[in-house]
Protein backbone atom coordinates (compact mmCIF):
# COMPACT_ATOMS: atom_id res chain seq x y z
CA UNK A 1 0.00 0.00 0.00
CA UNK A 2 1.52 3.60 -0.94
CA UNK A 3 2.33 4.92 2.50
CA UNK A 4 0.28 8.52 2.22
CA UNK A 5 -2.71 6.34 1.51
CA UNK A 6 -1.87 4.52 4.60
CA UNK A 7 -0.96 7.30 6.58
CA UNK A 8 -4.36 9.34 5.82
CA UNK A 9 -6.47 6.08 6.64
CA UNK A 10 -4.67 5.29 9.68
CA UNK A 11 -5.53 9.35 10.48
CA UNK A 12 -9.02 8.19 9.70
CA UNK A 13 -9.47 5.65 11.74
CA UNK A 14 -8.77 7.77 14.53
CA UNK A 15 -11.40 9.70 13.54
CA UNK A 16 -13.46 7.32 13.80
CA UNK A 17 -12.41 5.19 16.53
CA UNK A 18 -13.47 8.86 17.97
CA UNK A 19 -16.63 8.97 17.05
CA UNK A 20 -17.55 5.56 17.96
CA UNK A 21 -16.04 6.54 21.50
CA UNK A 22 -18.13 9.18 21.68
CA UNK A 23 -21.20 7.47 20.47
CA UNK A 24 -20.79 4.74 22.83
CA UNK A 25 -20.70 7.41 26.11
CA UNK A 26 -23.65 9.64 24.79
CA UNK A 27 -25.17 8.11 21.90
CA UNK A 28 -28.18 7.45 24.18
CA UNK A 29 -28.70 11.25 23.78
CA UNK A 30 -29.88 11.22 20.35
CA UNK A 31 -32.52 8.93 20.91
CA UNK A 32 -34.70 11.53 21.88
CA UNK A 33 -34.64 12.33 18.15
CA UNK A 34 -34.23 8.74 16.50
CA UNK A 35 -35.27 5.99 19.22
CA UNK A 36 -35.10 3.38 16.53
CA UNK A 37 -31.01 4.40 17.25
CA UNK A 38 -30.88 2.25 20.37
CA UNK A 39 -30.46 -0.85 18.18
CA UNK A 40 -27.24 0.45 17.28
CA UNK A 41 -26.42 2.19 20.47
CA UNK A 42 -26.97 -0.58 22.91
CA UNK A 43 -24.25 -3.22 21.33
CA UNK A 44 -22.22 -0.40 20.79
CA UNK A 45 -22.50 1.14 24.44
CA UNK A 46 -21.84 -3.03 25.18
CA UNK A 47 -19.08 -3.72 23.04
CA UNK A 48 -16.87 -0.41 24.70
CA UNK A 49 -17.66 -1.68 28.34
CA UNK A 50 -16.98 -5.37 27.63
CA UNK A 51 -13.71 -3.94 26.30
CA UNK A 52 -13.04 -2.12 29.18
CA UNK A 53 -14.34 -4.19 31.78
CA UNK A 54 -12.22 -7.06 29.90
CA UNK A 55 -8.96 -5.18 29.90
CA UNK A 56 -8.78 -5.61 26.26
CA UNK A 57 -7.97 -3.76 22.76
CA UNK A 58 -10.32 -2.90 20.56
CA UNK A 59 -9.67 -4.42 17.21
CA UNK A 60 -9.18 -1.25 15.49
CA UNK A 61 -6.31 -0.32 17.93
CA UNK A 62 -3.88 -3.39 15.63
CA UNK A 63 -5.35 -2.27 12.26
CA UNK A 64 -4.58 1.62 13.43
CA UNK A 65 -0.82 0.52 14.24
CA UNK A 66 -0.98 -1.70 10.45
CA UNK A 67 -1.59 1.35 8.69
CA UNK A 68 0.73 3.38 10.73
CA UNK A 69 3.23 0.55 10.09
CA UNK A 70 2.77 0.58 6.31
CA UNK A 71 3.02 4.20 6.26
CA UNK A 72 6.68 4.16 7.71
CA UNK A 73 5.61 5.74 11.02
CA UNK A 74 5.44 4.08 14.91
CA UNK A 75 2.76 2.38 16.07
CA UNK A 76 2.01 2.77 20.18
CA UNK A 77 1.69 -0.26 22.54
CA UNK A 78 -1.63 -0.06 24.50
CA UNK A 79 -5.62 0.84 23.35
CA UNK A 80 -6.72 3.81 21.63
CA UNK A 81 -8.05 4.81 25.14
CA UNK A 82 -4.70 4.87 26.58
CA UNK A 83 -2.99 6.21 23.71
CA UNK A 84 -4.95 9.32 22.76
CA UNK A 85 -7.73 10.01 25.22
CA UNK A 86 -5.99 9.14 28.77
CA UNK A 87 -3.12 11.80 28.18
CA UNK A 88 -5.66 14.29 28.29
CA UNK A 89 -8.17 12.94 30.75
CA UNK A 90 -5.46 11.38 33.28
CA UNK A 91 -1.74 12.07 33.80
CA UNK A 92 -1.23 7.99 34.93
CA UNK A 93 -0.78 4.66 32.21
CA UNK A 94 -3.78 3.31 32.11
CA UNK A 95 -4.04 0.42 34.89
CA UNK A 96 -6.91 -2.35 34.95
CA UNK A 97 -8.47 -0.20 37.76
CA UNK A 98 -8.77 2.75 35.79
CA UNK A 99 -10.38 0.36 32.63
CA UNK A 100 -13.33 -0.68 35.10
CA UNK A 101 -13.82 2.96 36.51
CA UNK A 102 -14.30 3.53 32.56
CA UNK A 103 -16.29 0.44 31.69
CA UNK A 104 -18.29 1.47 34.48
CA UNK A 105 -18.83 5.16 34.10
CA UNK A 106 -19.88 4.28 29.99
CA UNK A 107 -22.63 1.70 32.08
CA UNK A 108 -23.83 4.44 34.61
CA UNK A 109 -23.54 7.20 32.00
CA UNK A 110 -25.85 5.09 29.74
CA UNK A 111 -27.98 4.00 32.37
CA UNK A 112 -28.66 7.70 33.21
CA UNK A 113 -29.31 8.52 29.71
CA UNK A 114 -31.38 5.71 28.72
CA UNK A 115 -33.75 6.33 31.86
CA UNK A 116 -34.16 9.86 31.04
CA UNK A 117 -35.21 9.45 27.59
CA UNK A 118 -37.54 6.86 29.19
CA UNK A 119 -38.84 9.63 31.16
CA UNK A 120 -39.21 12.08 28.69
CA UNK A 121 -40.78 9.98 26.42
CA UNK A 122 -43.22 8.42 28.99
CA UNK A 123 -43.78 12.69 29.55
CA UNK A 124 -44.56 13.40 26.03
CA UNK A 125 -46.71 10.25 25.74
CA UNK A 126 -49.45 11.10 28.81
CA UNK A 127 -49.20 14.81 27.88
CA UNK A 128 -51.02 13.73 24.23
CA UNK A 129 -47.98 14.12 22.34
CA UNK A 130 -47.12 11.50 19.79
CA UNK A 131 -44.17 9.23 19.67
CA UNK A 132 -42.18 8.90 16.86
CA UNK A 133 -42.55 5.35 14.94
Known sequence: ???QVAAFLADALVLVHLVFVA???AGG???LRWPRLAWVHLPAATWGAAIEFAGAVCPLTPLENTLR???GEAGYRGGFVEHYLLPVLYPAQLTPAVQLWLGTGVVVVN???YAWVCRARRRRDQSGGRSRP
Open 69 to 71: AQA
Open 111 to 113: LAI
Open 23 to 25: FVL
Open 1 to 3: MNP
Open 29 to 31: LLL
